[in-house]
T-cell receptor, first 109, second 114 residues
Framework: DAKTTQPNSMESNEEEPVHLPCNHSTISGTDYIHWYRQLPSQGPEYVIHGLTSNVNNRMASLAIAEDRKSSTLILHRATLRDAAVYYCILPDSNYQLIWGAGTKLIIKP | DTEVTQTPKHLVMGMTNKKSLKCEQHMGHRAMYWYKQKAKKPPELMFVYSYEKLSINESVPSRFSPECPNSSLLNLHLHALQPEDSALYLC?????????????FGPGTRLTVL
């Protein structure tokens, strides 16, 4: 079973920031937090990952709570092309990605 | 080259057919994966190969038979499938298998079993 919980869906306006939350209250000290997204009719795509510190890359930022029991994926300026299902994932003890249902992000023009 | 390619893009087969799905990566990755994804559901792991050896088989029926001929190629042989096996089959690869390992996915093969 997935070790994360996310809202089923979220809506945001184009060109505004989006904050996608994820709860992982059973996270252990060595668990990395991964985010992937899947655009319609495509394979999943890596977005970002982190362990303890906040992380930034060209796609997004990852804010990790101090107790690591939750994290937030931040898209700084959403475009229509960011409409996708976003998955927050903690690998299991075999390093496998265990996928939950994800959050469907809807971007309104 | 950061691409994982999969062929064919679409496949329609009967329950008595034998077919194969192919996956290729040239990133020097030593771990490769097969996932199955039903409509509006998340991907489900089927098989993991690490250094060309089968590491994980998630209790997948024997009508699915994986093969890793070399470090760049991964095949999934299909035989006597059922209509409920219709799904998107995704291949992925990663440098190796670690907590921080990033997986790169192909576009998938859309399989329909009649």
């Amino acid at each position: 079973d997935a070790k994360t919980t996310q809202p089923n869906s979220m809506e945001s306006n184009e060109e505004e920031p989006v904050h996608l939350p994820c709860n992982h209250s059973t996270i252990s000290g060595t668990d990395y937090i991964h985010w992937y997204r899947q655009l319609p009719s495509q394979g999943p795509e890596y977005v970002i990952h982190g362990l303890t510190s906040n992380v930034n890359n060209r796609m997004a930022s990852l804010a990790i709570a101090e107790d690591r029991k939750s994290s937030t994926l931040i898209l700084h300026r959403a475009t229509l092309r960011d409409a996708a299902v976003y998955y927050c994932i903690l690998p299991d003890s075999n390093y496998q990605l265990i996928w939950g249902a994800g959050t469907k992000l809807i971007i309104k023009p | 080259d950061t691409e994982v390619t999969q062929t064919p893009k679409h496949l329609v087969m009967g329950m008595t057919n034998k077919k194969s799905l192919k996956c290729e990566q040239h990133m020097g990755h030593r771990a490769m994966y097969w996932y199955k994804q039903k409509a509006k559901k998340p991907p489900e792991l089927m098989f993991v190969y690490s250094y060309e050896k089968l590491s994980i088989n998630e209790s997948v029926p024997s009508r699915f038979s994986p093969e890793c001929p070399n470090s760049s190629l991964l095949n999934l042989h299909l035989h006597a499938l059922q209509p409920e096996d219709s799904a998107l089959y995704l291949c992925a690869s990663s440098q190796d298998r670690t907590q921080s390992g990033v997986q790169f996915f192909g576009p998938g093969t859309r399989l329909t079993v009649l």
